[in-house]
């Protein structure tokens, strides 16, 4: 984790995050990291191609962890609903009147140039784009489900969100971090779980695809399993749009992909189970 308890980071944070995890790998040659999950983001005034000619440490980072072909980097596209790898083309004021996406800025780490990176834009549960998410069909590759509107529900609540752990707050809605989490009973907090959308929830479905490759074919490299996703991705959807290059996640075909693609006959079978409904600290069998 790199942000803090309140989720902020700089790119510090991230840089120095990145380079723990490659030295991890360098000094161990039987590591296994198999994903690296970026839901982050912000905004730079240089050009994609300026953070190869100028060395950017940000990029250097991620390039060296990539360069190792043992770790795929997913990261979020955005949700600020701008074109990932091109200038912002208006100023954004953000609710307090200050400027969130200046005019001229490119959105990171989304736009560097990564060999075995992902970037993942958001969708609804309709598989159209979400709106608050970023596109390109150059530089965001994927699209997995993000939460948002169904189509033609824009004047209904919210359907279709992600619902996953979130941190503890108390009765006044303020967050309850780590540290005071063992002196407060659980009826004076609210729950660890829920509703969220972004593309900061899309990333982890990738991430989570890109682990679950590795562990049927631990001996995939960062690029066979990218080559998987994007290979096997749903192009019926949210790719003729502009969204992104290949379309939605398929983590089925990305399966059949990889046997493919590392020679194996047929698919690796995979245990039938029975999930139960979603619910906060239910038990479930597999």
């Given amino acids: 984790r790199a942000a803090n308890a309140a989720g902020m980071l700089t790119d510090s944070d991230t840089i120095a995050a990145i380079n723990y995890i490659t030295g991890l790998l360098a000094a161990n040659p039987k590591l296994n990291i198999a994903a690296v999950n970026m839901s982050l983001g912000g905004f730079h005034d240089f050009l994609p191609s300026e953070a190869v000619t100028m060395n950017n440490p940000y990029y250097l980072a991620l390039k060296t962890l990539s360069d190792m072909n043992r770790t795929v980097i997913c990261v979020a596209a955005g949700n600020d609903n701008v074109e990932v790898g091109a200038p912002v083309m208006n100023t954004i004021y953000n609710s307090e009147g ?7 800025y490119y959105v990171y780490p989304a736009s560097f140039p990564i060999d075995n990176m992902i970037v993942v834009a958001a969708s609804t549960p309709s598989l159209e784009k979400a709106s608050y998410s970023n596109y390109s069909n150059s ?59 972004g593309t900061s929830m899309a990333t982890p ?37 502009g969204t992104s290059m290949h379309g939605f996640l398929d983590l089925s075909g990305a399966v059949d992909f990889l046997a493919e693609t590392i020679g194996e006959n047929t698919s690796p079978i995979i245990a039938p189970h029975e999930l139960h409904s979603a619910v906060a600290n239910q038990p479930y069998n597999f």
Avoid: M
Wanted: without cysteine.
């Fill in 139 to 197: 530089f965001v590759h994927v699209a997995a489900p993000g939460g948002g509107y169904i189509s033609g529900s824009l004047n209904k609540p919210i359907t279709g969100l992600i619902y996953s752990t979130i941190r503890a707050h108390d009765a006044d809605n303020s967050p309850i971090y780590e540290s005071k989490l063992a002196g407060i009973e659980d009826s004076e907090r609210t729950s660890f779980y829920g509703d969220k959308q």
């Fill in 98 to 104: 200050g400027i969130s996406k200046p005019k001229g």
């Fill in 205 to 241: 479905h990738v991430s989570g695809a890109a682990a679950l490759l590795k562990a049927i074919f631990p001996d995939a490299t960062a690029h066979q399993i990218k080559s998987a996703i994007l290979g096997s991705a749903n192009g019926d959807y949210l790719r003729e749009d």
